[in-house]
């Protein structure tokens, strides 16, 4: 065999259609007018970015001044795949029957999830996905949970009403979904939701999770929630994670918020 | 209904429409008997009461505000400032500077008799429906003359957040060939109970619907417009709670498409449903008048529900949209009624219930303007399966033609479209457009194969549960989640405060006129 062939993991690269070429695609749109000026321009950016033998294959016209690139290079940097640490949601992941199992043994009761899409976000296709009895893409919601009484509220809920709904249902955890993340509202109303809870003297008393498309575990947790879910998340892994949380924080038996 | 290739029984067709007139109908006796702030706010709109206080209050609300906090808006606003101009000889717009500044309170006045304020109020009146023609011969003129594209027509969001980041986005995308451009309204406006003053600058995920903001984008428009020589629609949200309002000012800045629909507020926005039923009559009676095409939004129904097994509620909201529409005088040429492709991609023969179901609306509403919705549910961040979903979508968009389509983008699900994206859209559809333009006209359908039947199944469906709405009424329909899965109650939401019976000396004197078709 090749030696070329064999990935040296701390010096990898993007593959083409050969190990070590380096291959990447861009495309892109420069605003200045279409000609061999722009592609030029393209070209020397892209080499800038680390992208030897930048090559446009595609340039077009917008109009107004625009020029839209399709342009390949092969790439010069490398990186140590060794050395890559990523924070994940650590819980080993239950089916819905298998959840409803686990609170049958462990919990012993009934297990509140209160869910919304908060702030100003008029999305409800996050929450309704993890919520929702038909669930997404096969994968059932919360509400088809045995031993989970999931409540969505829905769209654009005040983090207010979101908490003095959490007193009064009792709930164990809240979810929120997060999808408009234009000009970054999505981190401000996070952080809003943390200090409003933090005020009130329930933060540690509910396990707090958000999930959208822009969401990972890392942000999650750097904006001081429990968990965050990104895209390809379903119900059965913020059920998991929601219910060992409840065990492991010692929750089963707790006091009524 | 022409023939039909998916071998639909116009039977069963025109018993889903009676019944779908009959529940409309029921409702209409409620709107009748009551009216709301936004309803009233409007009238002042049309009148020409523009502005806002010193706190930024817009004067349509102080103006209801003060009459309704004396407790006598079942009058009417019309009769409340045609009084005042009696009283005080003063405009409407200088009635409510002078309301706005302390210095009046309309409903402290004299009270003159009904007649003559009405009679006072006529001339302005009037001179505002003669404004509002002037558009819409403007825009007759404007298809007479530089004309228009082909349909489906092309239709683009802008969504910066900044209404002059937007003109350039819009614009660039008229040059690449987009025929509607919808400026999106930025998050949240629909809750709010006022609408906006002033141009947008930094908005999430759009800008508000404001009058300057239409105005603004109307002119980048029509400019680039002439310069393609191809007039570029407009379409912003006559939605949420100052429906009508926003209705008006589309009507008096010249939009061409705005978004209305009689449920969608109540179900997707937690609307009360009362308010909504009531103030989306007026909205489409103004929408009527000045020849706007409305979008109903039955796609909606398919990103909470599930697009194959919950067609049906698609068709027969579009059944009760277009009955409502009847009865606010609405010509069917100007019924966009929405759908969506919205399957799962892992559905198989997928491709086919979506052919069927698009053919079959068509049919079903031969004159409608019918709005395409992409697919948005589906769409992972892939951007190259994306596009293969999108052009999947524009190949029956043009197959079973469709009216007014909203473009797929193949970066939906990961942000608001870039410039490129939206190109990438717009060659794709051209593509697909051009390519297969008269496919519909070649094909015919196997008798009883899948196609064929998955319509007839769809039109059963959607007839059982309007003559079960019909039984039940739209009402406790709604509170029943019939409708996209989602449970309303009749007092619930948002907005229910500002619903008021009218008493028996009310007048709205748009209404006659409007519906008349007043010249």
């Known amino acids: ?257 | 209904m022409a023939k039909s290739k998916l071998n639909l029984d116009p039977k069963i067709v025109d018993s889903a429409r009676s019944s779908a007139g009959r529940i409309a109908g029921n409702v209409q006796e409620f709107i009748d008997r009551h009216t709301t702030v936004s309803t009233e706010r409007t009238i002042l709109r049309l009148l020409g009461v523009d502005g806002v206080d010193d706190v930024e209050t817009p004067l349509p609300n102080v103006i209801v505000d003060q009459i309704k906090d004396a407790g006598v808006l079942s009058r009417g606003v019309a009769y409340w400032i045609g009084n005042a101009m009696i009283k005080t000889g003063l405009e409407p717009q200088e009635i409510a500077e002078k309301v706005a500044a302390g210095e009046l309170e309309i409903t402290k006045l004299e009270m003159a008799d009904v007649k003559d304020a009405e009679e006072k109020i006529i001339p302005v009146v009037m001179d505002s429906l003669k404004k509002i023609r002037a558009q819409t011969e403007k825009r007759n003129e404007y298809l007479a003359t530089i004309g228009e594209g082909k349909r489906p027509y092309l239709y683009v969001i802008v969504a910066t957040g900044n209404i002059y980041e937007d003109v350039v986005q819009a614009q660039a995308a008229a040059r690449q060939g987009a025929d509607i451009i919808a400026v999106i309204r930025t998050t949240a406006q629909s809750l709010l109970d006022y609408v906006p003053y002033g141009p947008t600058t930094e908005g999430f995920g759009g800008t508000y619907a404001t009058q300057e903001n239409f105005r603004i984008m109307r002119k980048a428009l029509d400019e680039i417009g002439e310069e393609v020589g191809r007039y570029i629609r407009l379409c912003n949200y006559s939605s949420g709670m100052c429906m009508p309002e926003i209705a008006a000012m589309g009507a008096i800045e010249r939009l061409d498409v705005m978004l209305n629909d009689a449920l969608y507020g109540i179900l997707f926005r937690d609307i009360n449903m009362q308010r909504t039923l009531v103030d989306q009559y007026f909205s489409r009676i103004i929408i009527g008048y000045c020849d706007i095409i409305f979008n109903s939004g039955e796609d909606n129904y398919l990103t909470t529900d599930d697009a194959y097994e919950a067609a049906h509620t698609v068709l027969a909201s579009q059944f009760i949209n277009e009955q409502f529409a009847v009865l606010a005088n609405i010509k069917e040429e100007q019924m966009g009624l929405g759908h969506a492709f919205e399957m799962d991609p892992n559905t198989e023969n997928g491709f086919l219930y979506e052919l069927s179901q698009a053919i079959m609306a068509r049919e079903i509403f031969p004159k409608a303007p019918l709005k395409y919705m992409p697919p948005t549910k589906f769409m992972t961040g892939n951007i190259f399966k994306g596009h293969i979903q999108d052009a999947l979508f524009n190949l029956i968009s043009v197959w079973s033609g469709q009216s007014l389509q909203l473009l797929g983008m193949l970066t939906e699900a990961v942000h608001t479209p870039h410039m490129q994206d939206r190109y990438l859209s717009i060659e794709n559809a051209s593509y697909i457009f051009s390519n297969a333009r008269d496919l519909g006209e070649e094909v015919e359908f196997k008798a009883g194969g899948i196609i064929q039947e998955r319509a007839q199944f769809v039109l059963r469906e959607a007839d059982k549960l309007l003559h079960e709405i019909e039984k039940e009424g739209l009402f406790s329909t709604i509170e029943q989640g019939k409708f996209g899965g989602v449970k309303r109650p009749r007092d619930g939401g948002k907005g229910l405060e500002g619903v008021c019976v009218k008493d028996e000396y009310y007048f709205n004197p748009f209404i006659p006129l409007m519906m008349g078709g007043t010249k």
């Open chain 1, 1 to 257: 065999m090749n030696a070329t062939t064999q990935v040296d993991l701390t010096q990898v690269k993007p593959y083409g259609d050969t190990m070590n070429d380096g291959m990447m695609e861009l495309a892109f749109t420069l605003p200045v007018p279409y000609g061999e000026e722009a592609s030029e321009a393209a070209k020397v950016l892209v080499r800038q970015m680390g992208l030897d033998e930048p090559s446009v294959v595609y340039s077009k016209d917008m109009g107004g001044g625009f020029t839209f690139f399709v342009i390949y290079g092969k790439c010069q940097h490398t990186v140590d795949y060794t050395s890559i640490k990523v924070t994940k949601v650590d819980v080993d992941v239950m089916e819905r029957l298998e959840c409803a199992e686990y609170i049958k043994e462990n919990i012993k009761r009934p297990v509140i999830l209160l869910g919304a899409s908060t702030g100003t976000d008029a999305h409800t296709v996050g929450i309704d996905a993890i919520m929702n009895m038909k669930g997404f893409h096969g994968h059932y919601g919360l509400e088809r949970y045995e031993g989970i009484e999931a409540i969505n509220m829905g769209s654009q809920v005040p983090n207010e009403v979101m908490i003095a709904k959490a007193i009064e249902v009792n709930a164990d955890a809240i979810l929120i979904s997060q999808t408009v993340t234009q000009k970054d509202i999505h981190i401000q109303n996070l952080t809003n939701m943390v200090e409003l809870l933090e005020a009130e003297g329930l933060r540690d008393k509910i396990i707090l999770v958000c999930g959208g498309p822009r969401i990972s575990h890392e942000i999650a947790q750097e904006l001081g929630y429990d968990a965050g879910f990104g895209s390809h998340s379903y119900a059965e892994h913020v059920a998991s994670f929601v219910l060992t949380e409840i065990v492991k924080r010692g929750m089963i038996n707790r006091k009524s918020l």
